[in-house]
């Protein structure tokens, strides 16, 4: 299995060979993996059947949904000895929450708001292009200054994330702390789904120096914070998971006087972009590629 950090050293390499470096690198696992998908997947070998031998271009990729990958689970897999049953079975253990399932993967799920709840198992090389990704997005939007703080605090942090279940947020602390990555005595997870002043209370007996959660929950927590029922002084509020407008990054900014970091992840790319001064998300480009399209599916500028 390919380290953590010789992901980060090619990530270097990559991006130091500007557009060229970053378009071949594109090609080439796009091409890696439609091919590995093709050889050990029923269900793509299926679908990708009137495609080329090498796939480099990704709107030659019919559209997939999610309630068709679900419906076909035991097919679109690429491992036999997954089925949904066992995987329901093993979702249906909260306790097992974190930990590795037939010992090689974890498993997260989407909340299926959609109406079509979507499960996702990672192997241990798509979990460390995920830590590398986030290394990157951390060297890039940390300051010198919050860095030291945090350390200074023994990495003391709180995240507020939905805990009902094995949803992506909550299923990637749990194993981090399993494998001692994340240290459970320097950090709290809270639910997002407590009551505000509970919230409050907790934040405000553990002071954080590091404090991640829903974008709409900071929100909540940046009023309380200006209406003096919290107090807390972070080093640093990471904001996941939802998007929010101009007038609530402000409130949270003033708030909590902090140095804000702002992630784009899901059940598909755990670590898929990272913000920056100027609003902008910036995608990992040279692992994953965006594809705009309008209503219909069709690429679009």
């Avoid at 959609?114 to 996702?120: K, M, N």
């Amino acid at each position: 299995m390919t380290s953590t950090w010789a992901l980060v050293r090619d990530g270097r390499r990559t991006l130091r060979q500007g557009p060229d470096g970053l378009a071949n690198r594109q090609r080439e696992r796009l091409a890696a993996m439609a091919g590995f998908a093709r050889a050990h997947s029923p269900y793509y070998r299926e679908l990708y059947r009137t495609l080329p031998e090498r796939i480099e271009d990704p709107t030659l990729l019919p559209v997939t949904r999610k309630e068709t990958l679900m419906a076909r689970f035991d097919d679109w897999v690429t491992d036999p000895e997954v089925t949904l049953d066992r995987v329901r079975a093993f979702l249906a253990d909260r306790d097992r929450v974190g930990q590795r399932f037939l010992d090689r993967y974890l498993v997260t799920t989407t909340s299926g708001t959609t109406g079509h709840r979507g499960v996702f198992l990672l192997d241990d090389r798509a979990a460390a292009v995920a830590r590398a990704l986030s290394l990157r997005a951390a060297r890039r939007t940390l300051t010198a200054s919050a860095t030291a703080r945090i350390l200074a605090h023994r990495e003391r942090s709180v995240h507020i994330v939905a805990t009902s279940g094995h949803l992506a947020a909550y299923a990637v602390i749990a194993r981090s702390r399993a494998a001692g990555r994340l240290h459970a005595r320097g950090s709290r997870v809270l639910s997002a789904h407590s009551p505000l002043p509970d919230l409050v209370d907790q934040l405000n007996r553990y002071r954080p120096v590091f404090l991640s959660g829903y974008a709409t929950v900071l929100s909540l927590l940046a009023a309380e914070q200006l209406a003096g029922r919290l107090r807390i002084a972070p080093a640093v509020v990471s904001l996941v998971a939802e998007g929010l407008g101009d007038r609530d990054h402000q409130r949270i900014r003033s708030a909590f006087r902090a140095h804000m970091v702002n992630t784009y992840g899901c059940n598909e790319s755990l670590a898929l972009a990272y913000g920056c001064t100027f609003g902008w998300l910036h995608v990992h480009s040279d692992w994953l590629i965006l594809e705009p399209v309008d209503a219909d599916h069709r690429p679009t500028p």
